[in-house]
């Protein structure tokens, strides 16, 4: 029998996902509760509703909220309990929000106002009929900037996502996505498919856009060592081979939460992974390219940035080592 393993940057699960089922955090009971209670509850009653929700999971998620203080002190620095405590909540009220609002415009019909920054970089890709991967982190609310092509472009976005925990809740999320967004949203979920590199180089060629995050890598899959605040850090591969195989470009862009639907998509220049060199060195160029724009985009709005677990565990002596599960290392990054 296999042994169920677990992306390296995700929430650590425990006994309480296999009893709460369904009602578990990440179960299809709380999606399909918060997509009714958005459309359900006028504006002032959805902030009331957020209020005593948010407050409920910031006692019950002790383990997120350890990973959430922990991971911010490279950020911010070191602090004291409460100042911890108000981090942790800040950054989870973000989440909530941010949640909220995807909601909002599929059950309330709210607009989001999303602002370009740098409108240049955006318009270069406006322009040209070939494709490109538009790449981001587990910061901000990266849903809605994925959907501004399609909606007001016109241009079709193949968007990969990771599986959800519960497939129920996957379904879920599929088919609001199909009903609001129509055929040229398309949505794919991560799984062990070999053939998902292939159609997504069949739609670059085809001029289409691609988005997806590069922080985030799955279990078994290939990684490449980088440095994040100074610390070792580890993005998939995947995303950097697609570009060089594709020859298009890897944007980085993240859409930062900046008030009540109002976002900016902050757009990086586009990285270029060469195929005119040694394949591990430029790859791994890239690969640090990118992880620091998301080191900027993390310095810009600490607490959206979503990574709910412990990335550097604390070991005897003071010590920080990579907080991770198995996967394949391609090479360290020149320090």
């Not at 078994?220 to 020859?247: D, H, M, N, S």
């Not at 976002?263 to 640090?288: C, K, L, T, W």
Request: hydrophobic residues 40%.
């Amino acid at each position: 029998m296999g042994v169920e393993q677990q992306a390296p940057h995700a929430p650590k699960l425990g006994i309480s996902t296999r009893l709460l089922g369904k009602f578990h955090v990440t179960g299809i009971f709380w999606y399909r509760f918060h997509h009714w209670g958005v459309g359900f509850l006028p504006r002032w009653g959805r902030s009331i509703f957020l209020f005593l929700f948010n407050g409920f999971f910031f006692l019950v998620l002790r383990r997120i909220r350890r990973a959430v203080a922990s991971n911010l002190v490279p950020v911010l620095g070191p602090c004291g309990w409460w100042e911890k405590q108000r981090r942790i909540y800040r950054t989870l009220n973000t989440f909530a929000w941010s949640l909220t609002e995807r909601y909002e415009q599929f059950s309330a019909g709210e607009q989001v106002d999303v602002r370009i920054d740098p409108p240049e970089i955006w318009e270069r890709l406006r322009g040209s009929s070939h494709g490109a991967i538009l790449v981001t982190g587990h910061i901000g609310n990266w849903e809605i900037g994925s959907m501004k092509p399609a909606s007001t472009e016109q241009r079709r976005v193949h968007v990969v996502r990771e599986e959800e925990l519960d497939p129920r809740a996957q379904e879920f999320i599929r088919g609001l996505l199909r009903k609001h967004m129509g055929e040229s949203y398309i949505t794919h979920f991560e799984k062990n498919d070999p053939f998902l590199g292939v159609q997504l180089l069949d739609v670059l060629g085809q001029g289409d856009i691609v988005a997806l995050q590069g922080d985030r890598p799955r279990t078994g899959g290939r990684t490449i060592e980088v440095r994040l605040f100074g610390k070792p850090y580890e993005v998939p591969v995947g995303p950097l081979a697609l570009a060089r195989t594709a020859q298009v470009p890897l944007v980085p862009v993240f859409v930062l939460r900046e008030g009540r639907f109002r976002y900016r998509a902050a757009f990086r220049e586009p990285i270029h992974v060469s195929r005119s060199g040694n394949r591990d060195v430029e790859m791994r160029e890239a690969a640090q390219r990118f992880v620091s724009d998301l080191e900027w985009a993390i310095r810009e709005c600490p607490h959206q940035w979503f990574c709910f677990r412990n990335l550097w565990e604390e070991q005897p002596g003071g010590n920080r080592v990579l907080a991770s599960g198995p996967r394949k290392r391609v090479s360290p990054a020149p320090r």
